[in-house]
């Protein structure tokens, strides 16, 4: 794989670049399958067609502190998932809350990735 920063290539198992120093799953001037450069914002690397993986802590519109607030007050409803898009985890959060009242567990650990920047926006989980 290739630094994501500076397009150097690097081991798998490498956590930092050795040439910049940034960790790999930072940075999006360069794909990390092909160490070609991709266009800022892009979805897809145009070169290899492998998709660019978002690192966390990129919630399209909306700011951290907005998700952060409405996960803690209104995550056991799965309110933030719907709001960054993510129906699946909502209504996984709506049926666990009404339930067995654990959405609200599921959310507070949302929240605490969302402080951390470790929160991956991905439509396609249910977690
Ligand atoms: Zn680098
Ligand atoms: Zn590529």
Redesign the pocket.
Known sequence: MY?K??G?QMNDNQAI?L??G?KTCQGEGFCANCGQTVAPGAEVCLSCGVAVKKAGGDYGKYDKIVIALVCFFLGGLGIHNFMLGETKKGIVKIVLSLLCGIGSILALIDFIRILMDKYEVNPDKAF
Do not use: I, Q
């Open positions: 630094c920063n500076c150097e670049c040439k910049c940034v």
